[in-house]
């Protein structure tokens, strides 16, 4: 099994900044793909970000520009930089964590989810 530990979400104004961290344990032999996905009131979980084990990166249209995904793999670790924060930014993130475990088994790990909310 793997446990992924979320933190870092709050209340910020519009204009402020947040860093998210997800932390990866548990049945690990390689992390692959790492990313943050986030829910609206009323929405559908949507991409915010993706990168892989190679660095590469991949943002939603929405938060090109203002957000960064970034990997500790020493730490097991995903962090996502979330600057110039919107209103329509409110929502709860999740991370996502795909990884490869002793038994070459590939799982697909969701996080608890943090909430962000930005006020106007």
């Known amino acids: 099994q793997v446990q992924l530990v979320e933190s870092g979400g709050g209340l910020v104004q519009a204009g402020g900044s947040l860093r998210l961290s997800c932390a990866a344990s548990?049945?690990?032999?390689?992390?692959?793909?790492m990313g943050w996905y986030r829910q609206a009131p009323g929405k559908q979980r949507e991409l915010v970000a993706t990168i892989s084990s190679g660095v590469s990166t991949n943002y939603a249209d929405s938060v090109k520009g203002r957000f960064t995904i970034s990997r500790d793999n020493a730490k097991n670790t995903v962090y996502l930089q979330m600057v110039s924060l919107k209103p329509e930014d409110t929502a709860v993130y999740y991370c996502?964590?795909?990884?490869?475990?002793?038994?070459?088994?590939?799982?697909?790990?969701w996080g608890q989810g943090t909430q962000v909310t930005v006020s106007s």
């Open positions: 548990g049945s690990i032999l390689r992390i692959n793909a």
């Open positions: 996502n964590v795909r990884t490869t475990n002793r038994k070459y088994m590939d799982y697909n790990n």
